[in-house]
T-cell receptor, first 115, second 112 residues
Framework: EPEVTQTPSHQVTQMGQEVILRCVPI?????FYWYRQILGQKVEFLVS????????KSEIFDDQFSVERPDGSNFTLKIRSTKLEDSAMYFC?????????????FGDGTRLSIL | LAKTTQPISMDSYEGQEVNITCSHN???????ITWYQQFPSQGPRFIIQ???TKVTNEVASLFIPADRKSSTLSLPRVSLSDTAVYYC?????????????FGKGTRLSVIA
């Protein structure tokens, strides 16, 4: 069964550094998402992306965050200047279409640790 | 977005059937009900989705009464590997951009 893959599985970065998290969504999917989960807390929506542009974003997704689909397969999340509170699991998800019975499929995440 | 309420935790013995009920009193006409499962340090995994009545797949069944104000996820004969957090989500069936809104979920512990 096709799946969403994320790299790296664990990223350790110094505060203030830029970090790029990478995702390869399922190949025929059209909608892409990033979520994060701080340890012990709920999964929170960051951003959705469709047709090469951001569709919706949450308050968390401020100017420090950006997303890109540089080619036909990768979907990246960049944090420009990381803060301690950015430490979390970051999940990428994709969805084939917007119709019914088209659930979002999640990757297993990147654990981001900011020192 | 309709708010969902589900028990914080449940315990079950191996081999038993587990039913997790979720209430969503202000569900909208276009909303469908989706359940996800999450193991520690993994992403949420889609289990089942439905709009009304009953849906069954190889993993679970989903029961939705006529008023759609609640739904019940049924896991037959659970095993230790079913220990996880289970999330009930409600969202617009026709929207591609609407984000999933996760609550705290139900932490299911299966005991040998």
């Amino acid at each position: 069964e096709p799946e969403v893959t994320q790299t790296p599985s664990h990223q350790v970065t110094q505060m203030g550094q830029e970090v790029i998290l990478r995702c390869v969504p399922i190949s025929n999917h059209l909608y892409f998402y990033w979520y994060r989960q701080i340890l012990g807390q709920k999964v929170e929506f960051l951003v959705s992306f469709y047709n090469n542009e951001i569709s919706e974003k949450s308050e968390i997704f401020d100017d420090q965050f950006s997303v890109e689909r540089p080619d036909g397969s990768n979907f990246t999340l960049k944090i420009r200047s990381t803060k301690l509170e950015d430490s979390a699991m970051y999940f990428c998800a994709s969805r084939r279409d917007r119709g019914p019975n088209q659930p979002q499929h999640f990757g297993d995440g990147t654990r981001l640790s900011i020192l | 977005l309709a708010k969902t309420t589900q028990p914080i935790s449940m315990d079950s013995y191996e081999g038993q059937e587990v039913n997790i009920t979720c209430s969503h009193n202000n569900i909208a006409t276009n909303d469908y009900i989706t359940w996800y499962q999450q193991f520690p340090s993994q992403g949420p995994r889609f289990i089942i989705q439905g709009y009304k009545t009953k849906v069954t797949n190889e993993v679970a069944s989903l029961f939705i009464p006529a008023d759609r104000k609640s739904s019940t996820l049924s896991l037959p004969r659970v095993s230790l590997s079913d220990t996880a957090v289970y999330y009930c989500l409600v969202g617009d069936r026709n929207s591609g951009n609407t984000p999933l809104v996760f609550g705290k979920g139900t932490r299911l512990s299966v005991i040998a």
